[in-house]
Structure formats: C-alpha cells, structure tokens
C-alpha cells in the first residue's frame, strides 16, 4: 500500500485560501487515482473532489465546486488540493486518500489507502 502525509492545514479566516498536500511514498504514484475527504465533528466522513491517475479527468462534490481544485504532480508523487473563498463550514480534518483500482472514485469505500488527515478551521 502506499503511505499518505498530508500537511497545509491551519486556521484562517473566511474568505481566504489555503493549499493543502498529500505525499505519496512509492514509484507507483501515477497508478494511483487521487481524492481529497473530510470529516467534521459529529458528521460522517465526506467526498470533496477526486482526480484520475494523469490529472485529466476531477471530480468535485457541490459544496466546493468553483471554489477548490485537485492538481497532482507525479513527479513530485504529490496531491494538492487548493482551497479559496473559505467558509466557516469547510471546517474538519482533510484526509487524502488513494484508488487502486480504475477510475476515479467518490465514496469511501473506493479508496484502499488514507493519510492520518490534517485540521483546517475556518474562522468567520
């Protein structure tokens, strides 16, 4: 299995921005699909947006379409997500997590590995 590190989580305030990563350990980074979850305090664990094994194809959950985007550089065996125009209610711990299998997933349970998570708080 591949190991996650997510980090550039933190505190801000509405309407900022804020770029989270994910490192992948491997050489196999690009046969891995891509996605970003949270979960906040009380709620269940939530797709946010996915990308497939190149970068081409993303998917965005409607919380946060317009406002993130996934990008990935394989070469670097790393994910992104960045985040603009904050809201109080993106606060929760981010998770990344990584597909092995084809395609490019939106629910939990099509992902096989997950990273430890990393907090953002939104301040209003």
């Known amino acids: 299995q591949v190991q996650l590190v997510e980090s550039g989580g933190g505190l801000v305030q509405a309407g900022d921005s804020l770029r989270l990563s994910c490192a992948a350990s491997g050489r196999t980074f690009s046969s891995y699909a891509m996605g970003w979850f949270r979960q906040a305090p009380g709620k269940e664990r939530e797709f946010v947006t996915s990308i497939s094994r190149s970068g081409g194809s993303t998917i965005y959950a409607e919380p946060v379409k317009g406002r993130f985007t996934i990008s990935r550089d394989n070469a670097k065996n790393t994910v992104y997500l960045q985040m603009s125009s904050l809201k109080p209610e993106d606060t929760a711990v981010y998770y990344c997590?990584?597909?092995?299998?084809?395609?490019?997933?939106?629910?939990?349970?099509?992902?096989?590995?997950w990273g430890q998570g990393t907090q953002v708080t939104v301040s209003s």
């Open positions: 997590a990584a597909r092995t299998s084809l395609g490019v997933g939106t629910t939990a349970s099509d992902f096989d590995s």
